[in-house]
């Protein structure tokens, strides 16, 4: 495999892996719903930079293509989901989401075990 593609895909890999970890260390699901969309931006970019690469075995191009492919599926879902949870009087999103999300009215609220009292 080419050095300079195998450089290209770890440059793509990295703010991927790291984006994905935002999502889980994020609060809100506003925030989850931007980070989705900048790993969703980053993979196509990651996917029409290959495109574009000239020179390329098609092995190498197929292979790289089919691992960005993956990435940008898995972000398109977690777009849509954290989309759905935030804007949840759309339409479309009444139809994807569950009824017991649909319903919430708040948030849980979180009572701390010292005081009993809301924190």
Known sequence: ???????ACQMFLVPASILF??????????????VSLMGLITSLIWII???????LEPTDRGL???LAAVFLASW???????????????????KLLPSWERDKVAPPQIVSPHTGHEA
Do not use: P
């Open 49 to 55: 930079s290959i495109s574009i690469w000239g020179g």
């Open 21 to 34: 970890a935002a999502i889980g260390v994020a609060n809100t699901v506003q925030v989850k719903t931007f």
């Open 1 to 7: 495999m080419n050095q300079q593609l195998i450089s």
């Open 76 to 94: 398109i879902v977690a777009f849509v989901a954290h989309l759905c949870l935030w804007k949840t009087e759309w339409r479309i999103c009444k």
């Open 64 to 66: 790289t293509l089919s």
